[in-house]
């Protein structure tokens, strides 16, 4: 797969490429955050149909994320959002991003970094662009998608344009899933008070029930398989729901610092990752999931960080894919630990919310500065203020044994 990145000017126009003379492309477009089974089922047309019309599979991504931006530009007097602003509601890094595009076998992604002024370009504009300088013959999008100034591109929109224009065919996948779901409006993330996988909480509840709570949580409608819906769910502990729209375990990448080597001192160490986690942070807790060691830090991101605009770049993620392999030997089991240690913040003073990971294997494990994966397999327990030391041991040693048989 190749990358080119594409930066707009003050005005939002963009300076497309000419992928070919005479070849054509088929296009989705969007953020794809969190790349659940609705975006892949997306992204994997684009590839079945290029194929069959012997065209260039083309993925254009936004970056940052459009509600990022829109969302910072409301509460700021129409600002952009500052040069590397942290995106926390980002289930996914670029980079993974990326490596799952480049799984499903696109042939370009067009990383577009999004602006104000692009957003205000029309629909018709922007498709107009698409079919003149990337030679778009085809469109996929999802069902609910929409696109231009305001949204006014919806699939309605676009199909009329496209069958008044007869210049590209628009292609819609059911991206719905199981169908639609309820999240309560401007929900916030919620520790679970018990052990294990928290149930939904409308499992087996009447129609009459179902209102009701609809009702007190001022619950919007929403398609299940959706970045909103994941979110809601890693907020609520509910890791297997999540994983199962996403279609593989939700993770979070960083770099491992030194931290207080307290776990040490009590026969569990932990791989402490740095304040700059990438990906979507569940709510507080102790999970079960893995630990994957992406190597030092100097990964993809680093090259990817390099790119000039405008450059077609070679993307390889082929060492990275190696070591995130089921069986690879830089993958373990790990419990892992979200939260503030209140265990020990009385007497440390810190109240920062951290993440750690105790690797399950016998061998010492020397990953300061490595980049590595945490991966999600499923919720234990919140976080509790034990006693004792040996009290927190005791636990931990029963988290292990948790974690060994939801990984095995």
């Known amino acids: 797969m190749k990358t080119i990145t594409l930066t707009p000017d003050a005005s939002g126009m963009v300076d497309w490429p000419t992928l070919s003379n005479d070849k054509k492309s088929v296009v989705t477009i969007g953020s794809f955050d969190g790349m659940h089974q609705g975006h892949q089922a997306v992204i994997r047309r684009v590839v079945e149909v290029a194929k069959k019309e012997q065209s260039f599979s083309v993925v254009v991504l936004f970056d940052p994320r459009p509600a990022l931006v829109h969302g910072y530009a409301a509460k700021n007097g129409g600002q952009e959002p500052p040069t590397g602003m942290a995106d926390t509601q980002a289930l996914t890094s670029m980079q993974e991003r990326l490596r799952t595009i480049n799984k499903l076998g696109v042939d370009y992604t067009l990383i577009v970094h999004y602006t104000l002024a692009f957003a205000a370009k ?18 996929v999008l999802g069902s609910d998608a929409a696109m231009g100034a305001n949204r006014a591109g919806d699939v309605k929109a ?20 199981p169908g ?17 996988e928290p149930a939904d909480p409308l499992e087996g509840a009447s129609k009459a029930e179902r209102r009701a709570w609809s009702k007190k949580n001022q619950a919007k409608l929403v398609r299940v398989w959706s970045s909103t819906n994941v979110r809601y769910l890693l907020g609520r502990g509910r890791i297997k729901d999540a994983d199962a729209i996403l279609g593989h375990p939700h993770a979070v990448e960083g770099i491992v610092v030194h931290g207080e080597e307290r776990g040490r001192t009590i026969g569990f160490p932990t791989a402490n990752l740095s304040d700059n986690v990438a990906g ?10 893995w630990l994957v060691d992406l190597g030092a830090k100097t990964t993809e991101s680093d090259h990817a960080e390099a790119a000039s605009d405008g450059i077609s770049q070679q993307f390889d993620s082929s060492s990275v894919d190696a070591r995130l392999a089921d069986h690879s030997p830089y993958r373990w089991p790990a419990a892992i ?12 003073g810190m109240n920062e919310r951290v993440v750690e990971a105790y690797a399950i294997t016998d061998d010492w494990l020397d990953l300061y500065d490595h980049q590595v994966r945490v991966e999600f397999a499923g919720f234990l327990r919140p976080q509790i203020k034990f006693d004792s030391a040996q009290d927190l041991v005791d636990e931990l040693k029963r988290n292990v044994e948790e974690t060994k048989r939801i990984t095995a």
């Not at 009329?160 to 719905?176: H, N, S």
């Not at 639609?180 to 294990?196: D, F, Y």
């Not at 979507?280 to 079960?288: F, H, K, M, Q």
């Open 122 to 139: 029309s629909y018709r504009f922007f498709l107009g662009q698409m079919v003149g300088k990337l030679g778009m013959r085809a469109l």
């Open 158 to 177: 676009i199909e009329d344009l496209a069958l008044a224009t007869g210049v590209f065919q628009l292609e819609v996948v059911d991206d719905r899933g």
């Open 180 to 196: 639609e779901t309820r999240v309560p409006a401007n929900a916030q993330p919620v520790t679970p008070t018990g052990h294990g």
């Open 280 to 289: 979507y942070l569940p709510v507080d807790g102790v999970y079960a999931g």
């Open 337 to 348: 630990s979200i939260g503030t240690k209140p265990t020990f913040n009385e007497a440390t």
